[in-house]
């Protein structure tokens, strides 16, 4: 993409992503990051990016049939959540926003959870959640805060810059890059930098805030606002899992042994639309968008692979035959979630219900009854 017009600042060295792994799929040096894991490893985050897009590709088509009320797709940012999930340790906590299906599925959240907040059967009340993940964030920017409250009481908890470190732990929250244009976010950066509370800012920036682009909002790259908050940033390619994981590895090793808080900027490309009633046509060309599917992040590391001889058409067939009976109980799954009951609405309020609410659910009720009445 071209910079604005009254955008005429000559990029830097630093503004280069971080790449440990080019899109033809060829490994790169670098002087301060490495990968340290082993092929192995790399196919098992081959697997679980594809599980994600497969996940992701099920839920849209669910809301295309109208079984659900909404989907927010993760397209073409995959490297980004399942590289960064993998840096993640117990007793690191994990504040997501509303995209991170891939870290959800990575951190053990059964994506059949993930939909009834999307069908409108439950909130985020997921029984397969973890401790360690939060609820899904809709208030754009607004988990950052939460973060770093958290990462704050982590500090007094005594569980950061400890000698054994296994001890030490480390909060990371997501969030895009129009919700650096939220208050909430930088008033998160502020607190966090005046605390060295040991929180990571994970930043995908998939290039658009719905359709207003990240050159209009920001006059610089996203990873350098960072320094005016006097913590480190850094920006990684966001395609790349390798680079991803190397780079976030370091950040939360950082913030976990007292360092404070780093700003992590994944430069990536949402694929595909903001949410299903998005529709990017209107706002970007075919053009830009053929451009970042040739960094497709899973072909990338599918080739880098399979020159390896680390994966062959007998585990490619495995994985279609795996992603296929995963959607097929996705879509089971989705038409048999429970109906809520209208009465939680007012029950699961107050541990003691007010009087008011009491009559008003009174009232709700009976009118839901004579519906079944009528029939």
């Known amino acids: ?147 770093v409250g958290m990462a ?39 607190f966090a930098a005046a605390t060295s509370a040991p929180v990571v800012f994970f930043c995908q920036n998939n290039q658009w805030a719905i359709s207003e682009p990240a050159i209009v909002q920001s006059r610089v790259p996203l990873y350098r606002r960072a320094a005016g908050f006097g913590f480190p940033g850094v920006r990684v390619d966001g395609n790349d899992v390798l680079a991803v994981q190397a780079v976030t590895e370091w950040a939360l090793d950082l913030a976990r042994r007292g360092g404070g808080p780093v700003l992590v900027e994944a430069f990536t490309y949402r694929m595909g639309a903001h949410t299903t009633s998005d529709d990017p046509t209107k706002y970007r060309t075919s053009d830009e968008v053929a451009e970042w599917r040739a960094k497709d992040p899973i072909d990338r590391l599918r080739a880098y692979l399979t020159a390896a001889g680390a994966i062959d058409d007998a585990w490619e067939a495995a994985l279609v035959a ?7 109980r996705l879509r089971d799954g989705c038409v048999s979630l429970p109906e809520p009951d209208l009465a939680d609405f007012w029950d699961l309020v107050y541990a003691n219900t007010p009087d008011l609410l009491v009559r008003q659910r009174e009232e709700f009720l009976a009118y839901e009854a004579s519906f079944e009445e009528a029939r």
């Open 1 to 147: 993409m071209t910079q604005s017009a009254g955008n005429n600042r000559e990029p830097s060295v630093a503004d280069v992503p971080i790449q440990l792994l080019d899109p033809s799929g060829r490994r790169l040096d670098h002087p301060d990051f490495h990968y340290d894991g082993t092929d192995a490893d790399l196919v098992a985050s081959l697997r679980d990016m594809v599980l994600a897009r497969r996940i992701d590709t099920e839920a849209t088509a669910l809301q295309r049939k109208g079984e659900l009320g909404l989907w927010p797709p993760l397209l073409g940012q995959e490297a980004a959540q399942i590289g960064s999930a993998r840096a993640v340790r117990d007793p690191d906590l994990v504040v997501p926003s509303y995209r991170e299906h891939g870290v959800a599925w990575c951190r053990g959240v059964d994506p059949v959870d993930l939909l009834t907040t999307f069908r409108g059967t439950g909130m985020t009340d997921w029984p397969s959640r973890p401790d360690t993940f939060y609820p899904y964030a809709f208030v754009i920017g607004s988990q950052t805060l939460h973060a």
């Open 152 to 190: 704050m009481a982590q500090q007094r908890d005594g569980a950061v810059g400890n000698d054994d470190p296994d001890a030490n732990g480390a909060v990371i929250v997501y969030f895009g890059d129009g919700a650096t244009s939220q208050g909430d976010v930088n008033e998160a950066f502020g």
């Open 322 to 328: 795996e992603a296929d009976a995963l959607a097929a």
